[in-house]
């Protein structure tokens, strides 16, 4: 499903490569954490992934596209498979949690009555049923999440990717956040989680690649965050 | 694609930029409306120069008792005689092709309709007219050449080209359009910088949604058209605006004018004028809109 080979990344004016020779195979339905410390990669790994950026060196291949051969005009039907959580949720402010989810439909030009009828079965399948009128700022910073991973879900993706989804939750409500993303996982999605979270990592044992100044120096089916160390 | 949802964009990022967009609008139509005007000045003259260069070409004026002119002094009005052999000479000349008397009664009668002065008017009688031979030419290139010929025979009191007398008008005419014009161009370049200005600011106001349907695969068009439309609309608003503003112009401006001017500036005309105005200004907001977003909306 993701597929990368001796790929190397050098962001402009630094010298030190983002990442360096990475090559990686992800396959369909896996659940796979990144770990690693800050600046070890992982970000960048995930935004190349999505060709928000493009590789120096080496070859990516994401649901079966050679992103090099990818046209700019083609990237959107890419990102249309692949769904994102980040660590500060980006949710609309001025849109309910309907229309935040919502959203995502309609600027990809579905149909009203598809909405209608998806957006409240991904409001329930994340938990937050009885809350689709709520506000984002009315909601707790899980609920929030819990929002943004209905949003990235809404449209089926083949790959969700998660940029410390937890980040910014305490550890007990982001228990629920990997309940949910384990249950999106088991809907057959691809789930590729960057995280610094030993505890999550630990408890859900699933396969664990670690970077470490752009380079993959660990890849581990259930693993745990520092058994390296 | 979802048209009610593109519309609720624009109308939520013109409304998010309201003074901008005004800026931009009332721009346009200032901008345009003087365009307009130049495009309709530049169609009055020429249809002038059209009308005025079938028409008479020099005016050989006579005598009449007192006349203040030179050639006049020192003789009374001119003789029924003088006259027979002046219009035998004049067809004689091989450049002229028509000639024409206008006696005092008819050149009063233009008078009164032409002259405004009402002063003037209640005290010039028709014997003050002079007579004149309206002289057409064949090429009116030959017109000065004629009209010193003409200039010494008896009872003639003065020659005037009346090409002369248009050219100064046409003159005046060409400045106010240059003027009209320049400004013109300069306040096209003001519009594009605004509109310029206000895209970068709705696009910057707009930057976590842009962000969000970047991010969940929205194809450019979708992500881009409703700052477009945004250009487009306050665009054709100021057209709108600038179609109007040139209605007045000809209604009050042109028409007052029209005594002096004997070749009317038809609707017709204007309509056109408005039209490619309106045209003019529409297209340079949307490429304004279209080349500050690829800049600024990275897609």
């Known amino acids: 499903m993701i597929h990368f080979d001796n790929v190397t990344k050098v962001y402009a004016n630094q010298n030190r490569p983002a990442l360096d020779h990475v090559s990686v195979d992800v396959d369909k339905g896996e659940f796979v954490f990144l770990v690693g410390p800050s600046g070890s990669g992982k970000s960048t790994f995930l935004r190349l992934v999505l060709k928000e950026e493009r590789p120096n060196n080496g070859s990516i291949h994401v649901a079966g596209k050679d992103l090099s051969k990818l046209s700019n005009f083609k990237v959107p039907h890419l990102r249309r498979r692949i769904g994102c959580v980040f660590q500060d949720f980006r949710l609309l402010p001025n849109k309910n949690v309907y229309e935040n989810v919502a959203f995502a439909l309609e600027v990809i030009g579905k149909p009203r009555r598809f909405i209608r009828k998806v957006v409240p079965e991904v409001i329930e399948l994340v938990g937050l049923e009885g809350k689709a009128h709520r506000m984002p700022e009315e909601l707790s910073g899980g609920e929030q999440q819990r929002v943004a991973m209905a949003r990235a879900f809404v449209n089926r993706p083949m790959i969700l990717l998660a940029d410390e989804p937890t980040g910014n939750i305490d550890p007990a409500t982001s228990i629920g956040i990997m309940k949910v993303l384990d249950r999106i996982n088991r809907t057959g999605t691809t789930v590729l989680m960057a995280t610094h979270d030993a505890a999550i990592v630990d408890s859900m044992r699933k396969r664990v690649v670690e970077l470490e100044d752009g380079k993959i120096v660990r890849d581990q089916s259930r693993g745990v965050y520092g058994q390296a160390y | ?299």
Do not use: H
Request: glycine share 8%; hydrophobic share 45%; with cysteine.
């Open chain 2, 1 to 299: 694609m979802r048209a009610n949802f593109i519309f609720s964009e624009v109308w939520i990022g013109l409304r998010r930029n309201l003074t901008m967009t005004i800026a931009v609008i009332v721009t346009v139509a200032v901008g345009m409306a003087l365009l307009g005007v130049g495009l309709m000045i530049n169609s009055q003259v020429s249809k002038l120069t059209g009308f005025w260069s079938d028409k008479v070409e020099l005016s050989v004026y006579l005598c009449t008792k007192g006349s203040p002119f030179e050639p006049c002094k020192n003789r009374g009005a001119v003789t029924q005689e003088e006259k027979g052999t002046l219009e035998q000479t004049i067809k004689a000349l091989p450049d002229v092709e028509q000639v024409k008397f206008e006696n005092q009664a008819q050149a009063f009668k233009n008078f009164q309709s032409t002259e405004s002065n009402t002063l003037l008017l209640s005290v010039t009688k028709p014997e003050d007219m002079p007579e004149s031979f309206r002289v057409k030419l064949k090429d009116p290139e030959k017109a000065t050449a004629v009209a010193s010929s003409l200039k010494g025979q008896p009872g003639v009191s003065n020659v005037v080209n009346e090409r002369d007398l248009l050219q100064s008008v046409f003159g005046f005419m060409d400045t106010l359009r240059n003027v009209a014009l320049g400004i013109a161009i300069l306040m096209v370049i003001a519009a594009t910088l605004l509109i310029g200005n206000t895209v970068r600011l709705s696009a910057y106001n707009r930057r976590r949604e842009t962000g969000i349907m970047r991010l969940v695969g929205a194809s450019n068009i979708y992500i881009q058209l409703p700052f477009v439309l945004e250009g487009l609309i306050a665009g054709l608003i100021g057209g709108v605006l600038s179609g109007v503003i040139l209605i007045v112009v000809k209604v009050f401006i042109f028409e007052s004018i029209q005594t002096y001017m004997a070749a009317p500036l038809g609707w017709d005309t204007v309509a056109g004028v408005i039209t490619g105005t309106m045209a003019v200004g529409v297209l340079i907001c949307v490429l304004a809109s279209f080349v500050t977003l690829r800049r600024y909306l990275r897609v």
